[in-house]
């Protein structure tokens, strides 16, 4: 037997024209909620341009809400991303740091201002197309909300998610969080959604899929440098140090320097390892193992606790990036402020910007930006 339509109460969902969020919104309706779709506008500055996809995700997400017959809703928040978002990846970038734009994207848009505006249309719950799951644990201090992994772990977006609190949480549904992408892709076809075919966006949060150097050129002036090797010979000129990112191979404009070679006349590649801001030097190394790019320790600031501390365990396991496996770590200190780690095996390109993430087994413990 079906519930009836709304008995659950009402629902607003993020929906960006996206095959995942389309497939969640239905999967609200068939769970007896009320839905109400937010196509949420975030980024203005060029959006005539081939990458900017916005119109079409409009046409997606409205014909999507009229198959689904669900109610839609264009909303505008350019002003808070340029605000929150875009001028924090920028301060971060000129600063010789390589921030993660959909970490801060997440906790300042979709889960701040969409949260405030879906309250006022009298919504009980947001929604968005994430891969991860919300659990509520029993405690005695009353209900405490846990951010799961997805359960298909190739699609699995609580890194992103980190920085969640328990407010945001306890008002959140992920639908897709039990679910393999495979099965969402079925259900699209099997409803004959417009965007069943649709690929997944891979560019930066609301900001499209572009050539980024060229992108973030408009934004931050080119400051050339000399290009080193840690024994201090120039082998070439870096165009800004924010245009590159520890452990970055393509792009470092310096392919005809040999430097170490083997018997057989081949060498290793090149890779960038270290900025020198006062003195606006790039470092590169060669090989994928040298001692520059490896790292067993790190620190990070700016923390963020889901269950609102720091954990109490010092063994977990940990992402210094998204597309990474757990590695295993133990915590030297964690507190509100900073957090300190120290890992069995030593971690590639460990980049200041992103964001370390900590989970103890399928529960992300929170995080912060590495230092």
């Known amino acids: 037997m079906t519930t009836a339509a709304g008995s659950k109460g009402r629902v607003v969902i993020g929906l960006s024209g996206g095959v995942d969020s389309s497939v969640s919104a239905w999967l609200l309706k068939q769970q007896g909620y009320e839905v109400i779709g937010l196509f949420m506008k975030n980024w203005e500055d060029d959006d005539d341009t081939e990458y900017c996809s916005s119109r079409q995700d409009w046409?997606?997400?409205a014909s999507v809400a009229d198959l689904l017959d669900i109610e839609i809703e264009a909303v505008n928040f350019a002003a808070e991303y340029k605000d929150?978002?875009?001028?924090?990846?920028?301060?971060?970038?000129?600063?010789?740091?390589?921030p993660n734009p959909d970490v801060l994207c997440n906790a300042e848009i979709k889960f701040k201002a969409f949260l405030d505006h879906a309250m006022s249309l009298g919504a009980e719950r947001i929604a968005t197309g994430h891969y991860a799951r919300v659990r509520a644990v029993q405690t005695p201090q009353g209900d405490q909300?846990?951010?799961?992994?997805?359960?298909?772990?190739?699609?699995?977006?609580?890194?992103?998610?980190?920085r969640l609190n328990q407010a945001q949480l306890s008002r959140t549904l992920f639908p897709l969080g039990e679910i393999e992408k495979t099965e969402v892709r079925r259900i699209a076809e099997q409803l004959q959604l417009p965007n069943a075919k649709k690929k997944d966006s891979t560019?930066?949060?609301?900001?499209?899929?572009?050539?980024?150097?060229?992108?973030?050129?408009?934004y931050l002036p080119t400051k050339p440098g000399p290009i080193k090797t840690p024994e201090g010979k120039v082998v070439g000129e870096h165009m800004g140090l924010a245009f590159y990112t520890y452990g970055q191979r393509k792009g470092l404009g310096i392919g005809g320097i040999?430097?170490?070679?083997?018997?057989?006349?081949?060498?290793?590649?090149?890779?960038?390892?270290?900025?020198?801001?006062?003195?606006?030097?790039?470092?590169?190394?060669?090989?994928?193992?040298?001692?520059?790019?490896?790292n067993h320790n790190l620190s990070a600031e700016n923390i963020s606790w889901v269950a609102?501390?720091?954990?109490?365990?010092?063994?977990?396991?940990?992402?210094?990036?998204y597309r990474q496996s757990d590695a295993a770590c133990q915590i030297l200190h964690a507190d509100e402020h900073k957090l300190s780690l120290h890992f069995e095996q030593a971690q590639w390109a460990v980049t200041p910007g992103q964001s370390v993430v900590l989970y103890d087994g399928e529960v992300c413990l929170g995080g912060g930006i590495i230092q």
């Open 59 to 61: 046409l997606d997400a």
């Open 84 to 98: 929150r978002v875009f001028a924090e990846f920028l301060r971060e970038y000129t600063a010789g740091r390589t």
């Open 258 to 294: 040999k430097g170490t070679q083997r018997d057989d006349g081949t060498a290793d590649a090149w890779y960038a390892a270290r900025k020198d801001l006062p003195n606006n030097t790039l470092y590169v190394v060669q090989g994928h193992d040298h001692p520059w790019l490896l």
């Open 203 to 218: 560019g930066i949060c609301f900001i499209g899929e572009r050539p980024f150097r060229e992108f973030l050129n408009r």
């Open 145 to 162: 909300y846990q951010l799961l992994k997805g359960v298909d772990q190739s699609k699995d977006q609580s890194y992103f998610l980190h």
């Open 308 to 321: 609102g501390q720091a954990p109490t365990q010092t063994q977990c396991a940990a992402k210094t990036r």
